[in-house]
């Protein structure tokens, strides 16, 4: 077998064959789908109690989030690190743009919904990536941000989650997206299961 060039072409190729890793790939990503939607269910528990007030929505969290760490077990049976608690962020925005892209192509909007879909395909690619040891963390190097970076990648979130006639919030140094940013690169053991 000739060395895959990148992860989704070394994902694409063990899901042609099935069973190139012992790991039997096609069905792992059936239940993977599965995790994602459990993690979908948690996250609509927690708004639907929010928004009615009833706490037995919240109640049944605990059992739903427990199904889905006995599952991710399956799949993730060693780590180190935080990698856990990245592969459970990584499936749930994968997850997420899937269908912000299927919300898309109902409004018509068949191109960011492609772009939408290319980019749920990646964070997936990541997934299974960092999973299967084919990353080096090592090499991994913190890319500083630069400000107007922050400011193409903030109106590009508005341009596709906002109605057209909705005015674009500007960002300026101190804006949302900036200090969403700071927070996070603070943030220490927040992913704790």
Wanted: overall charge neutral.
């Amino acid at each position: 077998m000739n060395k895959a060039k990148s992860v989704k072409e070394f994902v694409e190729r063990i899901d042609a064959t099935k069973k190139v890793n012992p790991k039997d790939l096609s069905s792992d990503q059936d239940l993977t789908i599965g995790i994602m939607n459990l993690i979908s269910i948690e996250e609509h528990l927690v708004f639907s109690g929010a928004k009615t007030g009833k706490t037995s929505f919240y109640d049944l969290i605990e059992e739903i989030r427990d199904t889905r760490k006995a599952l991710m077990q399956k799949v993730i049976p060693e780590y180190e690190g935080e990698v856990w608690c990245i592969s459970k962020h990584l499936l749930a925005s994968s997850m997420r743009l899937m269908e912000v892209g299927t919300k898309q192509q109902s409004l018509g909007n068949k191109q960011a919904a492609y772009d939408l879909f290319n980019k749920a395909y990646d964070l997936y690619c990541l997934f299974w990536g960092l999973n299967m040891n084919m990353l080096n963390i090592a090499d991994v190097k913190w890319v500083e941000d630069k400000m107007e970076d922050v400011k193409k990648l903030s109106a590009k979130v508005e341009a596709v989650s906002q109605p057209a006639e909705a005015p674009a919030a500007e960002e300026g140094k101190g804006g949302a997206l900036s200090r969403m940013k700071a927070f996070v690169r603070k943030a220490v053991d927040c992913c704790i299961e």
